[in-house]
């Protein structure tokens, strides 16, 4: 746990950090200013809020008792077996099976899984990966996640603000002449996105994977469920991709993603294999 929030306290004083630095580098003196109270109204927004920002952005919807009657009776039976509130669940539609569950602490959390888990599974299926994402509340992963995914957006956004100045003609003197902010604006921009995708990696260990999978399994009562699960949407992954920002895939139950073998080789999920060996203690 203190691991977890020893680096939520890195990314969210390297955020600042960031802002100020490209700040100082667009506009100088000025920028650095500017960017430090858009780096404090980041840091909050991202703390409280960011939760709310990840399901807005991919239309989830919450799913009321009515709707899902069973969904909503896994969800009451495994958060009551784990000691924390009830979450509320929502819904994305969207044919890709997935599933993930963010907020910053058990009291203010959230579990969302899309229509096509929900008809992709079965019961005990679905019951294991609910279980999986209530892993990630009890493990306090959640907080790490939502952080990691405002970090990666707000990189994104200092690379694009970059690449738009250098285009525009930044760093020119009075005279006209190119300046080296000029070249800096553009590397920042071309070289940004691909370490954003490496902080996320770094700052998302596989072990998170795996610690959800053995608490969800608990929680379940039988490995088994999860388990089948993990073989039918990687399954799935591959034919129906979830189209799922790189800030945010590491949120997912399983990567969303269908990247090339670089982005593999920083992929925050564990091989399949090694989930299903480590859930069921034995090779298959």
């Given at each position: 746990?203190?691991?977890?929030?020893?680096?939520?306290?890195?990314?969210?004083?390297?955020?600042?950090?960031?802002?100020?630095?490209?700040?100082?580098?667009l506009?100088?003196?000025?920028?650095?200013?500017?960017?430090?109270?858009?780096?404090?109204?980041?840091?909050?927004?991202?703390?409280?809020?960011s939760?709310?920002?990840?399901?807005?952005?991919?239309?989830?919807?919450?799913?009321?008792?009515?709707?899902?009657?069973?969904?909503?009776?896994?969800?009451?039976?495994?958060?009551?077996?784990?000691?924390?509130?009830?979450?509320?669940?929502?819904?994305?539609?969207?044919?890709?099976?997935?599933?993930?569950?963010?907020?910053?602490?058990?009291?203010?959390?959230?579990?969302?899984?899309?229509?096509?888990?929900?008809?992709?599974?079965?019961?005990?299926?679905?019951?294991?990966?609910?279980?999986?994402?209530?892993?990630?509340?009890?493990?306090?992963?959640?907080?790490?996640?939502?952080?990691?995914?405002?970090?990666?957006?707000?990189?994104?956004?200092?690379?694009?603000?970059?690449?738009?100045?250098?285009?525009?003609?930044?760093?020119?003197?009075?005279?006209?002449?190119?300046?080296?902010?000029?070249?800096i604006?553009?590397?920042?921009?071309?070289?940004?996105?691909?370490?954003?995708?490496?902080?996320?990696?770094m700052?998302?260990?596989?072990?998170?994977?795996?610690?959800?999978?053995?608490?969800?399994?608990?929680?379940?009562?039988?490995?088994?469920?999860?388990?089948?699960?993990?073989?039918?949407?990687?399954?799935?992954?591959?034919?129906?991709?979830?189209?799922?920002?790189?800030?945010?895939?590491?949120?997912?139950?399983?990567?969303p993603?269908?990247?090339?073998?670089?982005?593999?080789?920083?992929?925050?999920?564990?091989?399949?294999?090694?989930?299903?060996?480590?859930?069921?203690?034995?090779?298959?």
């Open positions: 746990m203190f691991g977890n929030w020893a680096k939520t306290a890195f990314l969210l004083t390297a955020m600042a950090a960031l802002f100020m630095i490209v700040g100082y580098l506009g100088g003196p000025g920028g650095m200013a500017i960017a430090f109270i858009i780096a404090i109204v980041m840091n909050f927004v991202s703390y409280f809020f939760d709310k920002i990840v399901v807005k952005s991919y239309g989830a919807k919450p799913l009321s008792e009515s709707e899902a009657p069973r969904l909503h009776a896994i969800v009451a039976e495994l958060s009551a077996a784990a000691g924390i509130p009830k979450p509320p669940l929502y819904m994305m539609q969207q044919s890709a099976p997935n599933a993930f569950a963010t907020g910053r602490n058990p009291r203010h959390a959230l579990v969302c899984v899309t229509s096509g888990l929900v008809e992709l599974l079965n019961e005990e299926e679905v019951k294991g990966v609910i279980a999986h994402e209530i892993g990630h509340i009890v493990n306090r992963d959640i907080l790490l996640q939502t952080i990691v995914a405002s970090f990666a957006s707000a990189i994104m956004f200092l690379a694009q603000m970059a690449r738009w100045t250098a285009m525009m003609g930044g760093g020119r003197d009075r005279e006209g002449r190119g300046g080296g902010i000029n070249l604006a553009m590397l920042v921009a071309v070289i940004l996105a691909p370490i954003a995708a490496m902080l996320i990696q700052a998302i260990s596989r072990s998170r994977e795996y610690g959800a999978d053995a608490t969800g399994a608990k929680l379940a009562g039988t490995p088994d469920g999860l388990a089948n699960a993990l073989r039918k949407l990687f399954a799935a992954s591959k034919r129906v991709p979830l189209n799922a920002g790189p800030a945010t895939a590491h949120m997912f139950i399983v990567k993603l269908t990247g090339d073998a670089l982005m593999n080789l920083f992929s925050t999920h564990p091989p399949l294999e090694r989930r299903i060996e480590r859930l069921l203690g034995r090779t298959e």
